[in-house]
C-alpha cells in the first residue's frame, strides 16, 4: 500500500455543454456570494461578457479585476489585497490556463473557494490543483504551487470554447498527450500495478492518447469551421478535464515527468522559448523523455501526428538550441532536481540527461 499517494479528484461540480453557463448563479448560491471577485482576461473576456447574461440579474456586489496575463506571485498578491479590500468572499475565474492558475494560488493563500470558466482548451490548468508560477516577464519561475483545495466548480459552454485560436487548442492536444507519455512507464512498474487509483490514472492516460491519436483531425476541422462537432467536444473535454484526473487520480505518479520538467528548463533558460505555448514546449519534452528511455520506435510512430499538427520536436527546430553548453547544463541540472523525473525507472544522472537533450536533435536531424 502507498502511503504518500493523495487523490485529487477535480472540482466539485463539473458541466460543459451548450447553456451551461445558465446554471453559474445556482452554484454561487450554493455558496452563498454575496460579494463577487470577478478575474478576467481581455480577449477572452470580450468574448465571454454576453454569454454571461445573469451577471446584471443576479443581486451580487461584483469587483471586476483584469489580470495581467501572467500567473505570478505578484498577481496573486494584487488579488489578495483586493480580497481584503472589498471583503470579497468568491473569487470567479473567467479565462485561459493561466488565469485559472492564478485563481486557484490566490484563492488558497486567501482562504476562500473559487470557481472557474475556462474560455478555451490549452491545458487541464482549470481542473488540476496546482499552479504553474511565471515572473510577470513572461519568463518561468521554474516551480509549481500545489495546494490541497479544488475548485467549487468548472462550468463552460463549448460554443465559447471553439471561439478560441486554433493553435490554443492544438497545444492543449500536446499537452493532454503527455499524460500518458510522462506516465506508462512509471505506472508499469511491478510495485505499482496492484494499486487501484493508479489503475484508474493508467486507464484514463490511455484514454487520452487514444482519442487524441485518432480525433484530433476531425476536431481541428470541425474548429476551423466553428462546428460544434462530438469530436470536437470529446476533444476539448479531455483536454480541459479528462486530462487533470489523471494527476488528481495518480498523484505524482500520474502527474508530470520529463517532458514538463524540460518545459520549465527551456521556460526557464531559453528567453526565446517564450513565444511558444505550454504545450507546444511539452511537445517538444515529450519526444525528449521519450529519447531518455531510447523509446525511438514511439518517436517514430508520432512524427508524422506531429507534423500533422505541427508540433516542434527538437531545439533546432524551435530555433533555439542553446549553443553555450553551459546553459545545457543548466536545463540538465534543473530536470535532475526534478522528484518525479527520478520516478522514470531507467538510470537517472546529469550526464544520461544530457545524452538524451543530444542524442534527440542527432535523430531528428533530418526530419
Excluded at 498578491?77 to 488565469?99: M, P, R, Y
Excluded at 487501484?196 to 484530433?216: D, M, R, V
Excluded at 470541425?222 to 467536444?233: G, L, N, T, Y
Excluded at 502527474?255 to 511558444?276: F, Q
Aim: proline letters at 4%.
Amino acid at each position: 500500500m502507498l502511503t504518500d499517494l493523495k487523490v485529487k479528484v477535480g472540482p466539485q461540480v463539473y458541466r460543459y455543454h451548450e447553456g451551461a453557463l445558465d446554471f453559474v448563479p445556482e452554484m454561487l448560491r450554493e455558496y452563498k456570494v454575496i460579494r463577487l471577485l470577478l478575474v478576467h482576461g481581455t480577449i477572452s473576456w470580450e468574448k465571454a461578457e454576453p454569454k454571461l447574461t445573469w451577471l446584471k440579474n443576479e443581486p451580487l456586489d461584483i469587483t471586476y479585476y483584469r489580470y495581467t496575463g501572467e500567473c505570478s506571485y505578484y498577481g496573486a498578491e494584487k488579488i489578495a489585497t483586493l480580497v481584503a479590500e472589498k471583503n470579497i468572499d468568491f473569487i470567479l475565474g473567467v479565462g485561459g490556463g493561466k488565469l485559472s492558475d492564478l485563481v486557484g494560488y490566490a484563492a488558497h493563500i486567501v482562504n476562500l473557494p473559487f470557481g472557474v470558466i475556462p474560455t478555451l482548451a490549452s491545458n487541464c490548468a482549470p481542473w488540476t490543483p496546482l499552479s504553474v508560477m511565471y515572473k510577470e516577464s513572461g519568463e518561468s519561475e521554474g516551480k509549481s504551487e500545489h495546494y490541497l483545495r479544488q475548485a467549487a466548480f468548472l462550468i463552460t459552454d463549448p460554443n465559447l470554447v471553439i471561439d478560441a485560436p486554433i493553435s490554443y487548442f492544438i497545444a492543449g492536444l500536446a499537452d493532454t498527450l503527455a499524460k500518458w507519455i510522462e506516465s506508462e512507464s512509471i505506472l508499469a512498474q511491478s510495485h505499482l500495478q496492484d494499486e487501484p487509483f493508479l489503475q484508474l490514472a493508467g486507464y484514463t492516460a490511455k484514454l487520452c492518447q487514444t482519442a487524441i491519436l485518432t480525433q484530433s483531425k476531425q476536431a481541428i476541422e470541425d474548429m476551423k469551421h466553428q462546428e460544434v462537432s462530438d469530436a470536437f467536444c470529446h476533444l476539448s473535454e479531455i483536454i480541459i478535464a479528462v486530462a487533470g484526473m489523471v494527476g488528481g487520480l495518480g498523484d505524482k505518479y500520474a502527474r508530470n515527468a520529463a517532458a514538463h520538467a524540460m518545459h520549465d528548463a527551456i521556460s526557464k533558460y531559453l528567453p526565446s522559448s517564450h513565444k511558444y505555448l505550454h504545450g507546444e514546449k511539452v511537445a517538444y519534452g515529450m519526444f525528449y523523455q521519450l529519447a531518455l528511455e531510447e523509446k525511438w520506435r514511439i518517436i517514430d510512430q508520432l512524427i508524422p501526428f506531429y507534423q500533422e499538427l505541427n508540433l516542434p520536436m527538437s531545439l533546432h527546430q524551435m530555433n533555439i538550441f542553446p549553443e553555450n553548453e553551459q546553459t545545457i547544463n543548466q536545463l540538465v541540472t534543473f530536470i535532475y532536481s526534478k522528484e518525479k523525473v527520478h520516478l522514470i525507472p531507467v538510470l537517472i544522472t546529469k550526464e544520461r540527461l544530457k545524452e538524451a537533450v543530444l542524442d534527440l536533435e542527432i535523430y531528428l536531424k533530418d526530419v
